[in-house]
């Protein structure tokens, strides 16, 4: 497509839940990335992809977290029994993977999750 | 570990100020710096990069200088406009394929008519 593009754009969850969150990476990028956006913490990395493999899950918060990537496409955040210490904008974003370190991230609009 | 420091906010200026924003950094080997705005209601987009010492990134008005030996990536603008309005983080990529961002805590800046 033409961006990375991100859903649901919103979720209000009640405590306890589990919740899905989806990215579409830019076609042909292999290199995906999950960031958290929350107040008291800033912008965070959670998990790197290279294709359907994610070397770096350094970022994860808790095994309550994890993710998956299917085709070299599409990707999954997974929260489980969500906590309100989750809530926070959740960010996707994608690079060709080709030049390392040097590579502009293409980021999506991002998803907000409410955890109540 | 990489980390990133950014001068405190909120900043406001007056239209057509010079603006500078702060940031240094702690990395090992020979990070990429980069600045990545996000204007309001909108997702983050880059602003601007340099990938190795004394590069000098630029766009839409502003420049930024890699400095090695301050460890600093200082962003600048000669004169600011109402629609520079935005959160400006500065973020780094440490060297190898997995150029996950380590970003500063961001800046709002607003610029007022």
């Known amino acids: 497509g033409a961006g990375v593009s991100q859903s649901p754009s919103n979720k209000v969850t009640e405590k306890g839940k589990d919740v899905e969150l989806r990215c579409d990476p830019i076609s042909g990028h292999t290199a995906l990335y999950w960031y958290r956006q929350s107040l008291g913490q800033g912008l965070e990395f959670l998990i790197y992809?290279?294709?359907?493999?994610?070397?770096?899950k350094s970022g994860l918060p808790s095994d309550r977290f994890s993710a998956e990537r299917t085709g070299g496409s599409v990707s999954t955040l997974t929260i489980q029994r969500t906590q309100q210490e989750d809530s926070a904008v959740y960010l996707c974003?994608?690079?060709?993977?080709?030049?390392?370190?040097?590579?502009?991230?293409?980021f999506g609009p991002g998803t907000r999750l409410l955890v109540l | 570990g990489n980390s990133v420091t950014q001068m405190e906010g909120p900043v406001t200026l007056s239209e057509e100020a010079f603006l500078t924003i702060n940031c240094t950094y702690t990395a090992t080997g020979y990070p990429s710096l980069f600045w990545y705005v996000q204007y309001p209601g909108e997702g983050l987009q880059l602003l601007l990069k340099?990938?190795?010492?004394?590069d000098k990134g630029s766009n839409k008005g502003f420049e930024a200088t890699y400095r090695k030996e301050t460890t600093s990536f200082h962003l600048e603008k000669g004169s600011v406009q109402v629609s520079d309005s935005a959160v400006y983080f500065c973020?780094?990529?440490?060297?190898?394929?997995?150029?996950?961002?380590?970003f500063g805590k961001g800046i709002t800046l607003s610029v007022r008519p």
């Open positions: 974003a994608s690079s060709s993977g080709l030049a390392g370190s040097q590579e502009t991230q293409y």
């Open positions: 992809f290279q294709g359907n493999s994610a070397p770096d």
């Open positions: 340099a990938t190795k010492a004394d």
């Open positions: 973020a780094l990529s440490d060297t190898g394929a997995n150029s996950k961002l380590t």
